[in-house]
């Protein structure tokens, strides 16, 4: 049976902390409503600062060790996996590991997902993906493996795949890293189309690069340290506008 989405109308933690197997804190109880329907740049210049770690918590790929994360007013640690599906589905995320699969052609892999959540039968699902593909010119790698590809085409097929279910959240971890500036615009520039006249509402992306966020960042969140109330400041103004 296919799942209704549900729409995200907010993301908010409270006294939220995480640590790692090894017991090294993340985040300390950190309290925190993030501001919904912008594009929201995470900055850290602190290697192990917990951006990653932070994106894999919003995404509900992690849980908290101790207190709540909410989607739209449903804590997401206690509940199933049944009833987070429909906010899942209104969920894209991409991460700078990668997570394609090894055994899957690019087009399969950028397919899974509508065939999985029966989005489009296989041969709609195939259309869109290839025409996706074909706007960034890459169509030519659709049938060859992830190691058979130039990383930077194996690094934009991780990007294009959470597109493709038209979520109201896009989560991406260091989008920028493997891409010419040329492959950059044209992404920046199908975010900004997708944010106009589709389904995506909010972006959330870690960044170290500042140079490439201009023209898309609405609000800039720093985050050195996991302990301190979190600032978030304009992008154009840089004078913090939220303080929790």
Known sequence: MKVQRRAIDSLEFSKMSFRHDSGVPIFTDVSFRFPMDKCLWLHSDQSGSGATTLMQILSGLWMPTEGDYQISGLSVPQTTFEDF??????????????????????LENLMLPLLYHQIYDYKEAQTQVVNLLRSFEIDRFAKLRPSLIPGSVRKLA??????????????????????NDQSVLQYKSLLLERRQK????????SSRDSSRMHGLADLHLEINDGNQPWQIKSLQTEKNVVGL
Request: glycine fraction near 8%; charged fraction near 15%; avoid cysteine.
């Open 198 to 205: 589709y389904n995506l509402r909010h972006i959330l992306l």
């Open 85 to 106: 599906l429909p906010f899942r589905l209104n969920i894209g995320y991409a991460f700078d590991t990668g997570g394609l699969l090894h055994n899957q052609t690019v």
């Open 158 to 179: 991780v990007l294009l795949r959470p597109l493709l279910l038209q979520p109201e959240l896009l989560i991406l971890d260091e989008p920028w890293v493997g891409l």
